[in-house]
């Protein structure tokens, strides 16, 4: 028996000592321009809100559900899982998302917009 406990012990303590015990993932925060990925994933200088020579392309295809994006300060790009049509009024705006990186796409739990100097939090309707 204190064979056993000895074991035990010395499992939890590789466990630990290794990371393998499940800690609660942390959010991130990450800066940059909130673009349409399915523009910006065809041409990427395609960023702002106007696309060949359409204006507020960008706005436009957000509200019928495309996906949205933010593209870094250093040109990373990265899908965002949120609603779409309620931040299509920001495309091509500065953004700070607060959120986890899954499989290359950030699950949004806050987004913010930068309006007179300032972050702004917007609304997002939830998601099913």
Known sequence: ???VRILVALAL???VLGGGLARAEENQVWTGSLVDASCYLTDNTQSGNEHMGMKE???ACLKMGRPAGI???D???FVLIAPSP???D???QPIRITGKLRNGSMLVDKFEVKKSGSWVAIKLSAMM
């Open 75 to 77: 040109k990373k790009f």
């Open 90 to 92: 920001y495309v091509g």
């Open 13 to 15: 303590s590789a466990a």
């Open 86 to 88: 309620d931040v299509a």
């Open 57 to 59: 392309c960008g706005m």
């Open 1 to 3: 028996m204190r064979i």
């Open 71 to 73: 593209l870094t300060s």
